[in-house]
């Protein structure tokens, strides 16, 4: 039962972007009745990921398709490859085009051999994009 999970959504956000979405996010999840907790990449104090049932990790797209150098610090930080991590973020098309385009989520969800699809918005989740946010955390709650 989603409510009695506990959540960890952790996050690197430079624009406030990626900020955002991991913020509809955490309104969906609390919406279920789940316990959240929000975890600042670079900034919040380290975690025990153990602790946590599920995790949703969130960045953006740095240079030429790399994962920022904070997520990796982070993913070293967790110590080890959970099996219950959903992997989303945000990227500019205009930087790079499609062939790029959050390419740190492919290469996480990758990682990670993730069984939900990666979460790709453009730029800020705003308008159209915020359903798909929405729909996207409905469909991992219902594959867990």
Not at 3 to 29: D, H, M
Not at 67 to 78: A, G, H, Q, R
Not at 123 to 131: D, F, I, Y
């Amino acid at each position: 039962m989603v409510s009695e999970l506990k959540i960890l959504v952790a996050y690197l956000s430079y624009s406030g972007n990626t900020k955002e979405v991991a913020e509809v996010i955490e309104t969906q999840l609390y919406s279920v009745g789940a316990c959240v907790e929000m975890h600042q990449i670079g900034i919040s104090p380290p975690v025990n990921a153990k602790i946590y049932d599920f995790i949703f990790i969130g960045t953006f797209t740095w240079e030429k398709g790399s994962t920022p150098d904070e997520v990796k610090d982070f993913i070293l930080e967790v110590g080890y490859k959970p099996n219950n991590v959903a992997i989303f973020g945000t990227g500019d098309t205009q930087f790079g085009g499609d062939d790029l385009f959050c390419n740190a989520v492919d290469k996480l969800a990758k990682f990670y051999n993730s069984d939900y699809p990666g979460l790709k918005i453009e730029q800020s989740p705003r308008g159209l994009q915020e359903n798909q946010v929405t729909e996207w955390v409905k469909g991992v709650l219902i594959n867990e």
